[in-house]
């Protein structure tokens, strides 16, 4: 069942996150979508997983104005041994529904460092893994950003993307996932 939008929760201890977009619950079938795309590396499930998105953010009756979206990245090794980036080729398929689609800055951010994989870790480690490991391109000063990712499970992936993103000056920041775990 979509979810639509919502205040972030993370938006009410005052940090980044304003809004989110999230079209369903993590839960089956949506679940084992999401795993075979990301790690059963079948790529063309990013298009209906995209449409899905996109459906929840043309259902939007009070839209958030964004000037271009960027995904959240992974580090240079995960992103070799996986071959892609599926936030980015979520990006991609969502942005394609769009009626009018938005630039797609895929080097908008950037991890400074490996971590490990939050699904492995429990909610205490998943809040520290990734602290101060993302930076933020310059070009996202005075822009409002659409963060993309797959699933929001602890929320501290898009927490810490979105600090570094407001670091670099942005004016306002959605983020725009998938699924969130429940």
């Not at 839209?63 to 580090?75: E, K, M, Q, R």
Request: overall charge positive; proline content about 8%.
């Amino acid at each position: 069942m979509p979810l639509g939008t919502s205040p972030c929760p993370c938006a009410q201890s005052g940090w980044p996150i304003s809004r989110t977009v999230v079209a369903a619950d993590y839960a089956p079938p949506l679940d084992r979508l999401i795993t075979a795309m990301k790690f059963g590396r079948q790529l063309a499930l990013t298009r209906p997983l995209g449409e899905l998105l996109a459906a929840a953010w043309l259902a939007d009756p009070h839209p958030a104005s964004i000037d271009c979206l960027v995904p959240i990245p992974l580090a240079p090794q995960r992103l070799a041994r996986r071959g892609f980036n599926q936030a980015l080729e979520l990006a991609r398929a969502f942005n394609r529904c769009l009626h009018e689609p938005l630039p797609l800055l895929a080097h908008g951010l950037v991890r400074l460092r490996e971590t490990a994989a939050q699904s492995e870790l429990d909610l205490s480690s998943r809040r520290t893994n990734l602290v101060g490991c993302f930076a933020a391109d310059a070009r996202l000063r005075g822009a409002r950003i659409g963060l993309i990712d797959d699933v929001m499970t602890s929320g501290s992936t898009l927490t810490e993307a979105a600090r570094a993103i407001q670091a670099a000056g942005c004016t306002s920041l959605v983020a725009i996932v998938v699924a969130r775990a429940v």
